[in-house]
């Protein structure tokens, strides 16, 4: 039990952060902090708690918190949003608060845009690409010449248009009860440290012009650019609380062109090109094909791309939950249902290569009638995928024994680090698809 005197010195600590919150929030701050045990900082200003994953080491992930009132934005059109993040190079602490849905495909008066206006002026139609790059008559080298340069004209003009830069010391989240988020837009995390983002739902991410490349596998495929978010080159990013979907465009709903689905989607949330210090917790990847890559390359960034990956749902994800390329992956706490869901089927769910070091514990996955363990993991005989208590349907599962069992090229089993980093982690695991299912992804947080 604490002696007396110890007790009145708590209290009086108490007293003293009690009394800076009261004036903070006198001088209109907006900030409001008890103390350790009873925190309530508002949504706004909250930052990665200690220990919270990768991107709680060093420096930690703060993000805005420091703005003043000045770079304090509350912002609702496409056009707001883009004033409020300013340029890329400024570092100066920001807050932006996004209030309702923001379609990156208007103009700066809020007029709609759609991909003919985008094609307009660069001489570009799909049935003129078609008619130049049929495989028939082009054969299996890459697009060149006319139509290729006016797709990727008019891709740029879509680029301009719905990819937002977010400079470095910067919170984007979502005012709750506004149903925040934006619809058709890319995130670009690229080449800066310290980014939150949360509490927003990014939904139908569509490339108006895929390039077709007849090189890409046995058949060729259709490409696109845009994801959701894209972590380039970035450093110490916290990701909670959002939603990725496809909706309300479904890959099923594709036109085939040159025997392959013509792809109009991308990334939910890639990490890639040395970007490092990362969490990624509580967020909601539903309805989507490729969506996590970590490591844009086998050769991407030696000592770099170092992700946590936790209380997170996965439902109707074909594939990438992650791919991980050469960093040191955790994945703890996540639910995987891999119910076939708005067409999209499993092909796998998490992927160790070039050399990938994945610690997958204590995660939960739900697997209908007939799926099979062997088809949860994936890999090219170089990464691999350590950790245990991973269930399936409620049962303790040998994820990587099972894969291995099926499968010439095996996952290794032993990686070369130990996380610490881990607050949260949760033992029981049970319960966890329930648990999830009212406490992650965007409109879930409150103001406080």
Known sequence: MASASHRRSLRKRRALVFSAAVVAAAAGTGVFVMNANAEAVDLYHRTLPAEDGWAASGTGTTGGAKADSAHTFTVGTRAELVKALGSASDTTPRIIKVEGT????????????????????????????????????????????????????????????????????????????????????????????????????????????????PTDGSAGEWNSAYDSVTLRGATHVWADHNTFTDAPFFDSQEKTYFGRKYQVHDGALDITNGSDLVTVERNVF???????????????????????????VWKGIVQRAPLARIGQIHLYNNVYDTTTLNGYALKYSIDSRAKAQVVAERNHWILPSGGKVAKLLSGDGTGSVAGGGNLVNGTETDLVAAYNAANSKKIKTAVNWTPALNAGLQTSVKNLPAELATTTGAGVLTAQ
């Open 102 to 213: 923001i379609d990156a495909n208007t103009d700066d008066t809020g007029k709609k845009l759609t991909c003919a206006d985008y094609a307009a002026g660069t001489g570009y139609s799909l049935d003129a690409y078609l008619k130049a790059y049929d495989p028939a008559t082009w054969g299996d080298k890459a697009p060149s010449g006319t139509q290729e340069n006016a797709r990727a004209a008019a891709q740029a003009k879509q680029a301009k248009n719905i990819v937002f830069k977010v400079p470095a010391n910067t919170t984007l989240v979502g005012v709750p009860g506004t149903n925040a988020g934006i619809k058709g837009g890319s995130l670009q995390v690229k080449g800066v440290d310290n980014v939150i983002i949360r509490n927003l739902a990014f939904s139908a991410t569509e490339d108006c012009f895929p390039q077709w490349d």
């Open 286 to 312: 539903t309805s989507h094909d490729k969506t996590m890559l970590i490591g844009s390359s086998d050769t991407d960034s030696t000592g770099k791309l170092r992700v946590t990956i936790h209380h997170n």
